[in-house]
C-alpha cells in the first residue's frame, strides 16, 4: 500500500477516535420527570340533610410559591363559591376549604377549577381532566321526589357525553295522604331556564299515580342543574278530567287549574334536583370521594 494513503487512513481514524471521545465527555442535562398539574376534591360527608352544612376541600398538587390564592367550586345545584388558600403541605400540596348548605333534596356532583400559572386546571368547558364528588342531600321528615336516568352513563354518575339523549323518569315515592290531597302536576327544568309542566296521570283501576317520562339532549358542554318539582295540593275544589287509553282509565287535573291552585296557598311542592355533566369531545372525568 502507498505510504501516504496508509498514513491518511490513519489519520483520518485518528480524527474520528478523537471526536467520539470529546463528545462523551460533553455535559449532557439529566432529565427532567415533571407530574401534571391537578385538582382532587373531597368531601367532610356524602349523605346530609337539607339545609345541613358541609365544607369542601381541594388539594392542587403544585409548588408552594406557585399555589393559586382560590380555588372556584361548582357545588352542582347552580350556585358557585370561591375557596381560599388555607395551608400547604409536602404531602397533599396547597389546600383549600368552603362550606356549604344545600336548600333541596338531590344528588349533586361537585367540581373545582382553578389557575395556576396562566394554566386552567379541570375547568368544565375546557379540555382535560374533570374531577368530582358526589353528595346525596336528603329531606327530614318527609319523601323527596325522585329522578331517574334510564340511559347508561358512559362513567360514573350523571355524566354524559355531549349531544346524548337522556332519558329522565320522575315520580313521588310516596303519595299524599291528608284527606282531598292528590299529586297533580310535574315541572320539569333541563337547566336551560325553562319550565316544561306536564299533568300527573292517575290509574283509576290500580289508584297508582303514572312516573313522567321525559328525554333531553344538551348540545353544548356544561354543568346543569335538572330540577323535578311535583305540585301536590288540595282537591276539594277541583273536578279532574279523564281518558281511556288500551281499556284503562285515567284521571288527570287540567294545567288550566294550575294558576288557580298555586294562588289558593292549598299545595305543596316538592322538589328534587341532580347535577348533569355534559362532557366534551376531548374531556375525561377523574372521580374522587373521600369522607
Known amino acids: 500500500m502507498n505510504k501516504k494513503l496508509l498514513y491518511g487512513t490513519i489519520a483520518i481514524v485518528i480524527a474520528v477516535i478523537l471526536i467520539i471521545s470529546a463528545l462523551m465527555f460533553i455535559p449532557r442535562s439529566t432529565p427532567q420527570t415533571t407530574t401534571a398539574l391537578s385538582i382532587m376534591i373531597a368531601a367532610s360527608g356524602i349523605g346530609i340533610h337539607v339545609d ?19 380555588v372556584l367550586f361548582n357545588f352542582g345545584d347552580g350556585t358557585t363559591g370561591i375557596a381560599p388558600f388555607q395551608s400547604y403541605s409536602n ?65 360514573h354518575a350523571q355524566i354524559y357525553n355531549q349531544s346524548s339523549t337522556i332519558f329522565c323518569d320522575g315520580h313521588l315515592p310516596q303519595s299524599p295522604n291528608a284527606t282531598n290531597w292528590t299529586e297533580g302536576y310535574y315541572i320539569w327544568n333541563f337547566g336551560e331556564g325553562l319550565n316544561h309542566t306536564y299533568d300527573v296521570l292517575k290509574n283509576t283501576s290500580s289508584g297508582n299515580f303514572m312516573p313522567d317520562n321525559v328525554s333531553v339532549i344538551y348540545n353544548t358542554s356544561g354543568i346543569y342543574v335538572v330540577t323535578l318539582d311535583i305540585i301536590t295540593f288540595n282537591a276539594t275544589n277541583y273536578v279532574p278530567s279523564s281518558y281511556t287509553i288500551n281499556g284503562n282509565v285515567y284521571t288527570y287535573y287540567p294545567l288550566s287549574d ?20 355534559i362532557l366534551a369531545p376531548s374531556q375525561k372525568i377523574i372521580y374522587t370521594v373521600f369522607d
Do not use: R, W
Not at 336548600?103 to 368547558?125: D, F, P, R
Open 91 to 155: 404531602q397533599s400540596g396547597a389546600e383549600y376549604t368552603i362550606p356549604h348548605v344545600y336548600t333541596s333534596a338531590g344528588s349533586y356532583m361537585i367540581t373545582a377549577s382553578a389557575t395556576v400559572n396562566g394554566q386552567h386546571l379541570n375547568y368544565v368547558n375546557n379540555n382535560g381532566f374533570i374531577p368530582f364528588c358526589e353528595q346525596f342531600v336528603y329531606y327530614t321528615g318527609f319523601t323527596a321526589p325522585s329522578i331517574n336516568i334510564t340511559s347508561p352513563s358512559p362513567y
Open 258 to 277: 294550575l294558576s288557580s291552585i298555586l294562588s289558593s296557598g292549598q299545595y305543596h311542592d316538592n322538589t328534587y334536583k341532580i347535577t348533569v355533566i
Open 52 to 70: 345541613q352544612s358541609v365544607t369542601y376541600y381541594a388539594f392542587i398538587n403544585v409548588e408552594s410559591s406557585n399555589a393559586p390564592s382560590s
